[in-house]
């Protein structure tokens, strides 16, 4: 016994004990930090609403288990073999809204910190319809003039409404629109303000409107007409689903002996309704051209590249009409969710309105990239003046602040500029115009360019490549601008 | 003959010194620069609007985008957008925005939180004609102010346009307006970052 508690009394023993023991304790806690492999549990995609772009969702909620530190997730979306990254996050549910109408798969991957990637695989195909469909019941706005000319706006808005009326579009009687406008007090008709597209839709049951800008307008020898038209869903939060344009000229296809020429002003209108009319038909059946960012080649590509829209957008912009210089701050991402808000251009030299003609084009050049919400016109008209913002030289950061509130228009994207030239009545077609954009929540300045042209440039045998009208110079010139933006 | 080249020598060495000191007399003295400025520590600027001493009454405001626009294309400084600008001469509350004194470029600066103000003179902006030619010209004098004490660190001029010996030759119009004020532009900032 003695010896035993001798034995045990010896500190040196007892030293070796507890050290054999610890020994024993390490290992064993080392395999209890080692992380289990990151897998990906499941992909749980569920449609909510219709399922209509816009209108409709898809919630998505990944989860996983393993995985060493952080994990982040990211949604990605298929669409017409383009592989897009839609959010990124440590968020591992999201609700994605698709933009555009189409047939989508989707994907969640998930990385850690020592840069494991795992990936559910897609999705079965979720088909995205058009918010507009054969029931949608349409208002045609009254035409809104910017042309600067006198014209005949109730015989254009009266054709226009005809011609969709046989195209099977539903529209509102004509009478009991006025009779709205007059009780609503409604004068402008360049665009509609939330309460206006809430109204609309409570009392009328319009599901969309219609909304047509008179941009040309020249009855002389050659006559002239150019339109620029969309169409904005009603509601709490009125939204452009389709826009384009049209610009034509008596002289666009002279021909032999001038046989080609149009004398006649009214069949120049049809011609135009025709060609926005078809364009309206591609949107309505899903085939209108858009730009899509591919994640794989990092840059934009286009889906429906062969559709062909009134403006002719796709066909190649040439090097006369870009800008001669432009500024991209470096840390702007152009794959990046933006909703946009285009503030009417400063009227510096130009003829009027041609400030509302040129945001009116980069409106349709920015609706047409997957990644962007254009806000509608009429609300950032509305916003202006709810808070009587004055622009007497652009907007100010204070301007781009009220704008990219998340209480008012939440707008991260401020476009403006100013026109210093928009001839397109008379001889030979020149605009001149500069692009600002500010990061509403840098309160940065992440774009400037400076562009001009005339409808002659590079122009040497038989007027062949010459642009007729402003209306075509702006479109190409506007482009131009949006593609180096979003390059 | 060996006489006869030493005469024809000793003229093309005069001819030489000619033209050299013709050419040194050209060289226009008027550009500045504050050689103790440390010019990297400017990191934003306001362009305020520019003098107009032409007939145009836009020209002005035309050279100024331009300018600007150039100016942050560099990516040397941030150019403060031109409606901030001019919140902060309402704030300001400057009369002449175009001559600001020292305490005023002081206060617009310190408003508007930059490190430099530009002030410009925009002399020239429109068609000249000589007989049977003509083409467009623009001059153009800028000046950068300090914002501590509002004094000039920098000033450079430049002319650009006109009408040249192809011009006169050939009788055409010379370039368009908007090329004419790039070339003063870059003119103008090629001396201010050299």
Redesign the interface.
């Known amino acids: 016994m003695i010896c035993s508690t001798s034995f045990l009394n010896k500190k040196t023993w007892v030293l070796i004990l507890v050290a054999f023991w610890l020994a024993g304790c390490a290992p064993r806690a080392l395999e209890q930090e080692k992380p289990e492999p990151l897998a990906m549990l499941g992909l749980d995609v569920t449609l909510q609403g219709p399922p209509t772009a816009r209108l409709g969702s898809l919630q998505c909620a990944f989860s996983t288990s393993g995985g060493s530190g952080k994990v982040t997730f990211a949604l990605h979306s298929l669409k017409a073999g383009i592989e897009t990254v839609e959010f990124s996050g440590e968020q591992a549910s999201w609700s994605w809204s698709p933009k555009e109408p189409g047939s989508y798969h989707i994907k969640a991957t998930a990385t850690d910190d020592t840069g494991a990637v795992i990936d559910s695989g897609w999705s079965a195909e979720y088909r995205f319809y058009p918010p507009v469909d054969a029931d949608t019941l349409y208002a045609v706005l009254p035409v809104d003039n910017i042309s600067a000319a006198k014209a005949p706006l109730t015989e254009i808005h009266l054709t226009l409404i005809k011609a969709l009326t046989e195209k099977g579009l539903s529209i509102l009687d004509h009478d009991e629109l006025e009779a709205f406008m007059e009780k609503n007090r409604m004068r402008y008709t360049g665009g509609i303000s939330a309460e206006i597209g809430q109204q609309l839709k409570d009392e009328l049951g319009v599901d969309a409107v219609f909304i047509t800008s008179l941009e040309t307008w020249q009855e002389g020898d050659p006559p002239r007409v150019s339109l620029i038209t969309r169409v904005v869903l009603t509601g709490e939060w009125p939204e452009i689903l389709w826009m384009d344009s049209v610009g034509l000229t008596g002289d666009d296809a002279p021909g032999l002996l001038g046989i080609g020429r149009i004398k006649s002003v009214e069949q120049l209108l049809a011609k135009a309704l025709d060609s926005l009319l078809r364009s309206l038909h591609l949107y309505r059946t899903g085939g209108y051209p858009t730009y899509r960012y591919d994640s794989d080649l990092q840059e934009m590509r286009m889906v429906n590249d062969a559709g062909l829209t009134a403006d002719f957008f796709g066909t190649e912009v040439r090097g006369r009409h870009q800008p001669h210089f432009t500024y991209r701050a470096p840390d702007f991402d152009p794959a990046g969710r933006y909703a946009v808000a285009v503030v009417p251009f400063l009227n510096v030299d130009a003829r009027k309105y041609s400030g509302e003609v040129v945001a009116l084009h980069f409106v349709k050049q920015l609706n047409r990239y997957e990644n962007l919400r254009v806000i509608e016109p009429g609300l950032v008209r509305q916003t202006m003046l709810d808070y009587r913002m004055i622009m007497q030289a652009g907007p100010s950061l204070a301007n781009s602040d009220i704008l990219a509130s998340e209480n008012i228009l939440g707008a991260d994207l401020v476009l403006s500029g100013k026109v210093f030239d928009y001839q397109g009545t008379r001889g030979i077609s020149k605009v001149d115009f500069s692009v600002q954009a500010f990061d509403g929540k840098k309160r940065e300045v992440i774009w400037t360019s400076r562009s001009y042209a005339t409808g002659d440039e590079g122009v040497y045998f038989f007027d062949a490549g010459s642009v007729p009208s402003a209306h075509g110079l702006t479109t190409r010139m506007s482009r131009a601008v949006v593609d180096m933006l979003e390059e | 003959m060996k006489r006869k080249t030493r005469f024809v020598g000793y003229w093309l060495a005069s001819l030489w010194i000619l033209l050299q000191t013709g050419c040194a007399l050209s060289t226009p003295p008027n550009d500045f620069t504050n050689q103790t400025m440390d010019f990297s520590a400017i990191q934003s600027v306001a362009v305020l609007p520019f003098l107009n001493l032409t007939s145009d ?2 020209a002005a ?2 050279v100024r ?2 300018f ?3 100016l ?2 560099t ?1 040397a400084f ?2 403060l ?7 902060g001469i309402s704030r300001a509350g400057l009369r002449t925005p175009q001559t600001p004194s020292a305490e005023e470029a002081k206060s617009i600066s310190t408003i508007l939180e930059v490190d430099a103000v530009i002030t410009g003179v925009l002399r020239e902006y429109g068609t000249v004609r000589s007989g049977s030619a003509e083409a467009n010209l623009v001059s153009l004098s800028l000046q950068m102010l300090e914002t501590e004490k509002g004094t000039v660190i920098w000033s450079a001029s430049s002319t650009q346009g006109g009408i040249t010996m192809g011009d006169r030759l050939l009788g055409s119009g010379g370039q ?1 307006m ?1 090329k004419v004020t ?1 070339q003063v532009v870059n003119d103008l900032l090629n001396k201010l970052f050299e």
Request: net charge negative; no cysteine; proline share 8%.
């Open positions: 009454d836009q405001e035309r985008d331009s600007m626009g150039m942050l294309a990516e941030y150019v957008p031109s409606g901030e600008v001019n919140r368009p908007n790039e």
